[in-house]
């Protein structure tokens, strides 16, 4: 009588069991012979324990594995190197000439050389551009630019060579001298390098 009743028992906990592992994994099933059988493919083995009066039930479970999920790609940024442009006009030398300087910058301050910079001259009080060039970043692309006062307030610029630099590549052009003007350069980028823009710097007069 005790050998039904512990037989009975272990039905009803496996029945037990098995409802409740359905409605906590319903993807998984009982192997009703684990020494012969194998789970199916994206399922694995997995071994449940029960305990009824003082003796262990072991059984073999198939659990539905699911596929890894894997992080959303991150969006395109087509493979290029950030960079940071900056640029100054500043007198120097003797007698003081005004020389323009550009620089392209990566990984907090690695130089990308010779890639052009093109540069903007803005009247800030009267909100127009006065000029437009472009020099090569670094030190072989830093220019000249002579600065002469005119009648009336006015002050005329023009790319002219001042030892040891080459002219500016522009004309020239003139503004008052009372006037804030303002230099900015950016880069466009390239295969290997995005573009980037400089702060609007100071243009001496």
């Not at 906590?24 to 994206?42: D, F, G, I, N, V």
């Not at 997995?46 to 959303?72: D, F, G, L, N, S």
């Not at 190197?81 to 392209?104: F, I």
Request: hydrophobic share 35%.
């Amino acid at each position: 009588m005790y050998r039904r009743l512990a037989v009975s028992i272990a039905a009803l906990s496996t029945v037990a069991f098995t409802a409740s592992a359905s409605a906590a994994t319903p993807r998984s099933y009982l192997l009703r012979r684990p020494a012969h059988e194998h789970c199916r493919a994206r399922y694995s083995r997995k071994v449940k324990v029960a305990h009824v009066h003082h003796r262990t039930v072991r059984h073999v479970w198939c659990v539905y594995t699911a596929p890894p999920v894997r992080p959303p790609a991150p969006p395109p940024t087509g493979g290029r190197t950030a960079t940071s442009t900056s640029v100054n006009a500043t007198y120097s030398g003797s007698p003081p000439a005004l020389t323009v300087a550009g620089r392209v910058t990566y990984d907090g301050g690695l130089q990308v050389a010779g890639v052009p910079v093109t540069y903007t001259v803005e009247d800030t009080t009267a909100g127009r551009v006065l000029e437009t060039f472009v020099e090569p970043a670094g030190v072989l692309g830093t220019c000249g630019i002579a600065v002469t006062q005119q009648y009336r307030g006015l002050v005329t610029y023009q790319g002219e060579p001042e030892l040891p630099y080459h002219g500016c590549a522009f004309t020239g052009f003139v503004a008052p001298g009372d006037d804030i003007l303002v230099i900015r350069g950016s880069f466009a980028g390239n295969e290997s390098y995005a573009p980037s823009e400089s702060p609007a710097e100071p243009f001496p007069g």
